[in-house]
């Protein structure tokens, strides 16, 4: 059973441009959110995230937003750059303290 | 190294091998994680321990699988007769409190069973 869910395996998106990668969860009694990005051949590295008792995290070109009705998050990269190509994937903490990631979205950006 | 490391890098086993992982994790960082991820795939969790104490072993698909932290830093993974279906990345996260919260990953083991 899939706690968290990344629907596109893919995205394209032109330098400069604004990226969007989605997220759905399952459990709304998730309280930490994050997401992390992984370059090839090397571990996944934390890029940012939210609580759940907020609905919007901002750190330079990355927004994560939180719509907890619909148990959706979002990062938003603005404006994207090719150095941003890499995989993103979608993170919650559990209740037992560990982290259940989704499958991840390959993001391209095209110079 | 600053970071968390893994070695080997990249192990190919014949199938019916034993093999073993290991991890360091950041010099101080109480939590250690396994994950295993699949082609195509995000991560898997396998197994976390907050000190030498394995508090989760859920993740582990099968009793050929096996982690120990002795001494609560370094930590092994040992998977006994490897199948091909055990072929993945094999990856390690330390992080400094007792969750998995903003944890830090090595480079990751790539197993291929031939």
């Known amino acids: 059973d899939q706690q968290v869910k990344q629907n596109s395996p893919s995205l394209s998106v032109q330098e400069g441009r604004i990226s969007i990668l989605n997220c759905d969860y399952t459990n709304s009694m998730f309280d930490y959110f994050l997401w992390y990005k992984k370059y090839p051949a090397e571990g996944p590295t934390f890029l940012i995230s939210i609580s759940s008792i907020k609905d919007k995290n901002e750190d330079g070109r990355f927004t994560v937003f939180l719509n907890k009705s619909a148990k959706h998050l979002s990062l938003h990269i603005v404006p994207s750059q090719p150095g941003d190509s890499a995989v993103y994937f979608c993170a919650v903490l559990n209740q037992g303290g560990k982290l259940i990631f989704g499958q991840g979205t390959e993001l391209s950006v095209k110079p | 190294g600053a970071g968390v490391s893994q070695s080997p890098r990249y192990k190919v086993a014949k199938r019916g091998q034993d093999v073993a992982l290991r991890c360091d994790p950041i010099s101080g960082h109480v939590s250690l994680f396994w994950y295993q991820q699949a082609l195509g795939q995000g991560p898997e969790f396998l197994t976390y321990?907050?000190?030498?104490?394995?508090?989760?072993k859920s993740g582990l698909p099968s009793d050929r699988f096996f982690a120990e932290r002795p001494e609560g830093s370094v930590s092994t993974l040992k998977i006994q007769r490897t199948q091909q279906e055990d072929s993945a990345v094999y990856l390690c996260a330390s992080s400094l409190g007792t969750t998995g919260y903003g944890a830090f990953f090595g480079q990751g083991t790539r197993l291929t069973v031939v």
């Open positions: 321990f907050q000190n030498e104490a394995q508090l989760d």
